[in-house]
T-cell receptor
Framework: GNSVTQMEGPVTLSEEAFLTINCTYT??????LFWYVQYPGEGLQLLLK?????DKGSNKGFEATYRKETTSFHLEKGSVQVSDSAVYFC??????????FGAGTTVTVRA | DAGITQSPRHKVTETGTPVTLRCHQT?????MYWYRQDPGHGLRLIHY???????DKGEVSDGYSVSRSKTEDFLLTLESATSSQTSVYFC?????????FGPGTRLTVT
């Protein structure tokens, strides 16, 4: 079935640094791709999504481009803030009704 | 975001006792899910539901049962809690292909 492989981290950055979290996928066809974020003590929230190849999802300064040539959906942010400290999960549908999640990447941003 | 609530938010219980966790959603979503989250294991699917009274097992279903008598409610029961079931439990519902998560229940089994 469809699956994702995600850079595990942890990642520690200084404020205003550039963040990249790698995610590659294996899939039949071109399913939607997602990034979720989990802030400390909270549930997962959908951060952004892309529904077809070459789409770019964006939200809160984060971006990810659905690249079929490299089967990737890397998450990027140009200038991180302390409030971006969280765990980030890449995900895609593993079948019609389930999602397959990456292992999660813990990001810590220092002031 | 979908309105998903979970109760209780925190619970401490003793080994061998039954425990029921509740999930409530207000979006009329057909699919609902229960996950557990543990360090080093990420998110693991316990059970899911594809309609009222329609449920199926996920990857870590042993020791858990579920019930769904109404579209909006999905219950997770630990028939006889064990220490290995100490975890954070998340409920989710599905709209489109996305899943929307509740705030979680932290369960400690002593």
């Amino acid at each position: 079935g469809n699956s994702v492989t995600q850079m595990e981290g942890p990642v520690t950055l200084s404020e205003e640094a550039f963040l990249t979290i790698n995610c590659t996928y294996t899939a039949t066809g071109y399913p939607s791709l997602f990034w979720y974020v989990q802030y400390p003590g909270e549930g997962l929230q959908l951060l952004l999504k892309a529904t077809k190849a070459d789409d770019k999802g964006s939200n809160k300064g984060f971006e990810a481009t659905y690249r079929k040539e490299t089967t990737s959906f890397h998450l990027e942010k140009g200038s991180v803030q302390v409030s971006d400290s969280a765990v980030y999960f890449c995900a895609l549908p593993s079948n019609d009704y389930k999602l397959s999640f990456g292992a999660g990447t813990t990001v810590t941003v220092r002031a | 975001d979908a309105g998903i609530t979970q109760s209780p938010r925190h619970k401490v219980t003793e080994t061998g006792t039954p425990v029921t966790l509740r999930c409530h959603q207000t979006e009329n979503h057909r699919y609902m899910y229960w996950y557990r989250q543990d360090p080093g294991h990420g998110l693991r699917l316990i059970h899911y539901s594809y309609g009222v009274k329609d449920t199926d097992k996920g990857e870590v279903s042993d020791g858990y049962s579920v019930s769904r008598s109404k579209t909006e409610d999905f219950l997770l029961t630990l028939e006889s809690a064990t220490s290995s079931q100490t975890s954070v439990y998340f409920c989710a519902s599905r709209g489109g292909h996305e899943q929307y998560f509740g705030p979680g229940t932290r369960l400690t089994v002593t």
